[in-house]
Structure formats: C-alpha cells, structure tokens
C-alpha cells in the first residue's frame, strides 16, 4: 500500500513537475527504465551522427570551401576526434554495464559538442564557412532523442551555447553579424531545453501510470500485501534463487482464527479493519528483506516467506509474530470491550534445488496449519520440509504431528 501510496503523490502535478522522485527507489527504477527505453533511439542517434561526420569531409572543399592549409586539421577533427566518439556513444548505449551506458554516451555528447565548436572556431578564424548550426543542431538531437536527464541537457546547454556565442563575437571577422549567430544559437538551445523537459515530464508520466498498474494488479487492496497471483509467481522465482545459492527458505501460511464469526459477530466492516491491520503488521514488521516475502493468500490467510534465514531462529520469528498479533488493540464497535485477535499457522523450511516446487512447499505448509487449527489453534506447527508431512494431516479431533508451540485457546470478546 506504501508503493501505491507513493505513486499516487508522486504523480500529482507540484511533485511530477519537478522531475525528480520523493523515494530514492522510484528515482533509480525510473532512470533504469528510461536508460533502457531510449537504448535504440540513442544508438540511432550517435550512428546518423557518426555517418553525418564520415561523409562531411567529402564535402569539406565544395560545400565550406575550406583552404588546403586548414584541410588537414579539419579532417583530424572530424575523421579522429568526432567520428570515435559517435561511434562509441552509439555502442556503449547497449552496454550490459548500467555505468558505462550511462556515463560514455554522456562523454560522447560532450566530445561532440566540443569537436563541433572547435570546427566553428576554425571557419571564423580561417574564413571558411561551417555553420554554426551545426552545433544547435547537435544539442536540440542530443536533447530529444538521446534520453539524458533535462538538468544535464540544461547544464549542458547553457554552457555550450554561452561558449559558441563568445566564439562567434570573439572571432568575428569584419562586416559579418554574429549577432544574427547568436541569436539563432540561443534559439535552438531554449528548443533543445524545453524539448528535454517536456519529454523527461511526459516519460515520468507514462512509467508512473505504467507502473501504478503493474503494483495494482499485484497488491491486494485490503492489506496492501501481495496478492495471491503475484506470491506465486515470487515465490518460484525465491526457490530457483535459493536453490542456485544453496540458501534455506522458510515458508509458512498464516490463518485468524474463527474468523467468520468475528465477521458474523462484530460486522463485516470490523472484519475488514482486521485484515487491513494484520496486512499492515505484516508489512511494517515481518519479512522485511529484499527476498522475503508477504502476501495475503486468501481470504483471512496470509503466507510468508523469509529467505536465507537460520533454522533456529525460525520459532522465535513465528511465535513473535502470532504474539504481535493477539496484541493488536481491537474493540468491539458497540461495546467498546476488547476483542481479541489470534492466528494459527503453519510453518517450514528447506533448501530446495531444481525439482523442488512451489505448490509442495504450500502444500506442506498447510498440513502443518492444519495440525495447529485441529490442536486448538493460536500456536505455530513447524517441520522440515519432506519429513513425512504428508502422513500428519490429522482427522477433525485428533492431536498429532511434529513439535509445536502451545498457547491457550483463543477467545473472542
């Protein structure tokens, strides 16, 4: 419920128009996805700009009529300085290393802007016409198509343009209107930074309702937990990690006991104010590492899974939480008398390799909850998981099964 909290804030325009996430995490999955969105644009981008500058020297004597005195570095600049670096941010917008992909097209965009400044340099000091568009042009493709952050496009800009405008006056020669340069230069670099900030705006904008959705379509909407679908899917993924890594896992189901009459007896408004509060213990206290997992599994039953955990401390873990739960201050809505709440649960663990499946490990989870429902409930059954499991399923009155905590039997009211 946090996450869908927090995407619902981060979407409302004061926030949004910032261009920058609350949550560190939202930041960083945001720049991950927007990096990998605009990989091929990108590519595109730095490979029409490396052709550009391949096929510009054939034209360096009719088209600009640059001297034979000045052909030499000229083509140095295009052939060896700013044809490299096109063709590197072009390969290094698909590099599976997330710093590289960021960092050399960044390099690349200022080798570029620089090698084409220097070229403009060049014409003004030696009479020859390359155009000073040239570089706005560079900056308003950089600033639409390449995906960088529109404060780095800002940044960027502003200091390119400030330098190709003083270029222009400082080198002018006589009878010439830098002025009319600098004005078009100006022009396309305020294009260049409103076309970075309206794209990076409306890209925030799609990842935000795009990934509202996928959390949506993943949480339940009474507990905030996950739901059943997605737990599945977790789960089978912490397994095969787990089962990679040589890791122990420990999964248990969890059950509120007598749940229906609480519904029948305080309301079905009071049954729902349960869940949302167990859900919302669940997600503040339990299962808080990156593969740990809650979910809601149905109806009043929620399973949790901690990953790399230690067999011993698994009692303690269980037990603190059925504890944590018959403390939850509940109170009858007429009378105002407290209501207590307990839970059953059902709990093991393993470490499983490449046959282990999801539905086995559940399976044998819910044995063990069984066995603490049929013992009276308000306590935890736990076993290794493949330990016979499937012989304890007792008959409705019996008492058998692997070791387990006892507590006296809930009461309500």
Not at 38 to 57: M, Q
Not at 84 to 94: M, N
Not at 264 to 291: C, I, M, N, S, W
Request: charged share 20%; hydrophobic share 50%.
């Amino acid at each position: 419920m946090d996450l869908l909290a927090s995407l619902r804030s981060e979407s409302r325009p004061p926030r949004l128009h910032r261009l920058r996430f609350g949550p560190a995490q939202l930041e960083q999955e945001f720049r991950s996805w927007q990096r990998q969105r605009h990989a091929p644009a990108r590519a595109l981008l730095f490979a029409v700009l490396a052709l550009g500058y391949a096929i510009t020297p054939l034209f360096n004597v009719r088209l600009f009529g640059v001297p034979e005195s000045v052909l030499p570095a000229l083509q140095t600049m295009q052939w060896l300085l700013v044809l490299p670096l096109a063709a590197a941010g072009a390969l290094a917008s698909f590099a599976p290393d997330p710093h590289v992909q960021r960092t050399v097209p960044a390099c690349a965009v200022a080798g570029l802007c620089a090698g084409t400044l220097a070229m403009r340099a060049l014409a003004l000091h030696h009479g020859f016409d390359f155009p000073s568009q040239m570089l706005g042009m560079v900056m308003v493709t950089v600033a639409l198509f390449g995906g960088f952050r529109w404060t780095a496009v800002l940044g960027a800009t502003l200091f390119g343009t400030a330098l190709a405008v003083a270029v222009e006056y400082r080198l002018a020669a006589p009878g010439t209107a830098p002025g009319l340069q600098a004005y078009g230069l100006v022009a396309m670099a305020l294009i260049a930074i409103a076309g970075a900030y309206t794209h990076e705006l409306l890209a925030r904008l799609v990842w935000l309702h795009q990934r509202y959705a996928e959390a949506l379509a993943a949480t339940d909407g009474l507990t905030g937990l996950a739901n059943h679908h997605d737990f599945l899917r977790s789960l089978e993924r912490v397994l095969a990690l787990a089962a990679r890594e040589r890791r122990l896992v420990a999964v248990a189901l969890l059950d509120l006991d007598h749940f229906k009459s609480i519904n029948d007896r305080y309301g079905h408004l009071f049954g729902d104010r349960v869940l949302r509060q167990v859900g919302a213990l669940l997600g503040a206290e339990v299962a808080k590492r990156p593969l740990d997992l809650r979910a809601r599994y149905g109806g009043e039953e929620m399973a949790i899974v901690w990953y790399d955990v230690k067999a011993e401390a698994l009692p303690g873990l269980i037990e603190g939480l059925l504890d944590e739960i018959r403390q939850l201050p509940f109170a009858d809505p007429a009378g105002g008398l407290r209501v207590r709440i307990t839970a059953s649960a059902g709990l093991v663990w393993l470490v499983p390799d490449e046959q282990t499946r999801a539905e086995d490990v559940l399976h044998s989870a819910d044995i063990l909850l069984y066995c603490a429902k049929s013992e009276g409930r308000d306590r935890a059954r736990l076993a290794p998981f493949g330990s016979g499991l499937q012989t304890l399923a007792p008959m409705p009155g019996a008492a058998n099964g692997p070791a387990l905590h006892r507590h006296a039997p809930d009461r309500v009211g």
